[in-house]
């Protein structure tokens, strides 16, 4: 199934969900998933593996973080190369001084915000997805 490409389409049926739990951002710095740990997403850089993964995990392995996140799935299917839609959703959540990190799946994007401001960072994207029905 194609993505939807068209801005207005994608903003107005975004569906935010946010996903339970608490998620935090840390880094194997030899490259190597610990055991016993579930990301949510990895990216392999130069310094290390970066992981999204449950905070329960990264205790469990002992692995260092300081920035714990909401993690809010918007439940439009994007295209790929759809054109800005991560522009009009960042924008958004910087009018009310939410940060909000930015990963792109092969279905959804997916948003990590700060974990006390995610119920208030899924209200803002439906005001956005109302705004541009």
């Known amino acids: 199934m194609t993505g939807e490409r068209d801005l207005r389409t994608l903003l107005s049926g975004m569906r935010p969900e946010l996903n339970p739990g608490r998620h935090v951002f840390t880094t194997a710095p030899?490259?190597?998933?610990?055991e016993g740990v579930n990301p949510v997403v990895t990216v392999t850089e130069p310094e290390g593996l970066t992981m999204v993964l449950p905070e329960t995990d990264a205790v469990s392995a002992g692995l260092r973080y300081d920035y714990v996140?909401?993690?809010?799935t918007l439940r439009v299917h994007s295209a790929l190369d759809a054109v800005g839609l991560t522009a009009a959703v960042s924008l958004a959540?910087?009018?009310?001084?939410?940060?909000?990190?930015?990963?792109a799946g092969f279905h959804h994007d997916h948003l990590f915000v700060p974990y006390d401001r995610a119920a208030e960072a899924v209200d803002v994207l439906k005001?956005?997805?109302?705004?541009s029905g």
Do not use: H, R
């Open 30 to 34: 030899d490259g190597v998933m610990p």
């Open 93 to 103: 959540l910087t009018d009310v001084g939410l940060s909000c990190n930015v990963v």
């Open 127 to 131: 005001a956005l997805a109302a705004e």
């Open 69 to 72: 996140a909401g993690w809010i």
